[in-house]
């Protein structure tokens, strides 16, 4: 009842300015094909929880309703706004482009770690998701943020409710949220155009390591015989395959009985591993181009040799889990038949009985 009462709430709250709104973009039927990925996200994490119930289902329920107040509190709080005091600081050696984002999560930071002192961390996180949701409604005027202020909240809420406990299980569902949440068109666009020059870049050296002479502007590729100017769109930067990769790693990742530093590490992989695929790709498509058939390349190809590189970039984050997996091999406790274990004993200790012999 509790949690039919509360998901309810938090339907009504932000079903017309969140909810709503990301079905229309992310969904898999008329969605934008850039997010498609999204909507299995928060199936990923119900499927987490079930196989981790039980863990869930023995965990303590300590609610955090700023009752007591412990040094744990203190501590952690104090240091979350100092962090955020520093970040305050970094914007001198920041561009000028990402200063004002810069400020605006040093603020945000520090009035985290001063909930926290004053309410404890359930009902600060609770109380700042809030906050952050309606600073996105008035004056900030950022999707993106309203839809990060609802996951903070729901964060908050089981927080608050269930304790740590609980949310040592049930913090990677809520995290993986955040991926599932598309970006401002103008964080993307920034993000997009340094990796449209990266592709550009190594498709040149591609091209002219075999024998096809060009040379880049921007983010085109100027092929000099026969002259043929190639243009490195936007959709052509890697950040759909970035996103689904990073989903595909971070789902591999956390549905695996592995140590938390390597499951972060596999989810970070898909990084690299997305970029790699995509230089690749555009290098190839722009050898396609220049010695098979222009029309080929820019029809059924292009599509085709995206598809293609699906596939080593699942066997490179796959190879990448095998060899953490043969980093950390666990020793075996169990009894070998046979061996009897003899009481490990100091250097000048005899056995029992074998005193005046």
């Not at 017309?16 to 969904?27: A, F, G, I, V």
């Not at 004053?118 to 998701?129: E, S, T």
Request: glycine fraction near 8%; charged fraction near 10%.
């Amino acid at each position: 009842m509790q949690i039919a009462v509360i998901a309810g709430l938090m339907t009504w709250l932000f079903f017309e300015p969140c909810l709503s709104r990301l079905w229309r973009k992310t969904n898999p039927f008329y969605g934008e094909a850039n997010w498609g990925h999204s909507c299995f996200i928060p199936l990923v994490g119900l499927y987490y929880l079930y196989l981790n119930r039980d863990q869930i289902l023995k965990a303590d329920v300590k609610p955090l309703l700023g009752t007591n107040f412990t040094r744990f509190r203190f501590i952690t709080g104090l240091c979350t706004l100092i962090c955020g005091g520093l970040i305050y600081l970094m914007p001198r050696l920041v561009p000028d482009t990402v200063r004002g984002y810069v400020v605006g999560a040093a603020i945000g930071i520090i009035a985290l770690g001063a909930l926290a002192i004053m309410f404890d961390w359930g009902l600060a996180v609770l109380f700042w998701g809030l906050l952050v949701f309606v600073y996105a409604i008035g004056p900030g005027q950022n999707d993106w943020l309203k839809d990060f202020g609802m996951v903070a909240t729901l964060f908050g809420v089981v927080l608050t409710l269930c304790g740590w406990e609980v949310m040592k299980i049930a913090w990677f569902p809520i995290a993986f949220l955040v991926c599932a949440l598309p970006w401002p068109e103008l964080v993307y666009s920034k993000i997009a155009l340094p990796l449209q020059n990266l592709a550009a870049t190594v498709a040149v050296g591609v091209l002219n390591l075999f024998g096809a002479e060009s040379m880049q502007a921007g983010s085109k590729i100027v092929i000099q015989h026969p002259f043929r100017i190639l243009n490195v769109a936007e959709a052509c930067a890697g950040l759909r395959s970035l996103m689904t990769f990073i989903f595909v790693a971070a789902t591999i990742a956390f549905l695996s009985a592995r140590p938390l530093w390597q499951r972060i590490l596999l989810t970070l992989s898909a990084i690299p591993i997305a970029i790699f695929c995509n230089v690749m790709r555009v290098a190839g498509q722009g050898l396609l181009d220049h010695y098979v058939s222009e029309q080929l390349s820019q029809s059924f190809a292009h599509q085709f040799v995206g598809l293609v590189m699906l596939l080593p970039a699942m066997l490179l984050i796959l190879g990448f889990g095998w060899v953490l997996d043969q980093i950390l091999i666990e020793e075996d406790d169990s009894p070998t038949p046979g061996v009897v274990r003899v009481p490990n004993r100091s250097a000048g200790s005899a056995p029992a009985g074998s005193e005046g012999k």
